[in-house]
């Protein structure tokens, strides 16, 4: 897919991304090396990291790896550092660690509760925290990934819900904090996204993704260079004058309410 900026757009930029080991996160860290930024991707699985890094590598572009738990405040705060010694200081934060499992509320346990508060929420916060001795300059941008749970309460995902309601509100906060430094800090609202983990735990039999592409206005899945090309104009000067704001890329899926697939159901 061509992309509609130009090459050298980030040149000289450094981007620490989280959960760029695979999905929105890689492909958002794909982009911006394609525009010219040094990217960090972080995240729990070496293996994983290590081949993605080289895709970009392979492409020319230029990458390394952070191997961490967004959950393990030290680790991140250690890989802030790393990078600041390696790559100068973080010019664009890209937080996309997420976790998500379909449960009812009653069948829950606590520990599946907490596990994708800690994940989405408290790993946003330990990344932007950590970041913030690195990154505190004029054109700095933080981008987090939320999802449509934030504002529609979807059944057999309260988990979700709260932790990206969270994000958002977390997000909207570092803007009226950061906004001085010149630090900006947006959000992307992705929707049904084909060829990833969670379309395929929410949608994962043809028929329920049928469902859900006859409830979304556009009539498809977004793609993840959709919201790729997002982030890199989020990050971009193009978007200087933009903080605080949630970008909802669904379709219009949103408008239309709770998915068909995710309607309550008697107990």
Known sequence: ????????????????????????????????????????????????????????????????????????????????AQTREQLGEIDILVCAAAGNFPSSVADMSPNGFKAVMDIDLLGTFNTCRAAWPHLRKPG???????????????????HVCAAKAGVEMLTRTLALEWGRAGVRANCITPGATEDTEGLARLAPTPEIQRMVRRGI????????????????FLCSDSAAYITGAVYVCDGGASLCGIPPFAAPTAS
């Open 1 to 80: 897919m061509n992309s509609i900026f130009r090459e050298d757009l980030l040149h000289q930029k450094t981007a620490f991304v989280t959960g760029g080991g695979s999905g929105i996160g890689l492909r958002i860290a794909q982009r911006l090396a394609e525009h010219g930024a040094a990217v960090v991707l972080a995240g729990r699985k070496k293996e994983r990291l290590e081949a993605a890094a080289q895709t970009i590598c392979a492409a020319g572009g230029r990458a390394q790896i952070a191997a961490l738990d967004v959950r393990d405040y030290a680790a991140v705060e250690s890989a802030m």
């Open 140 to 158: 700095a941008s933080v981008i987090s990934i939320s999802a449509n749970q934030a504002t529609m309460p979807i059944p057999f995902q309260a």
């Open 217 to 232: 206005p556009l009539g498809r899945f977004g793609t993840k260079d959709e919201l790729a090309d997002l982030a890199v």
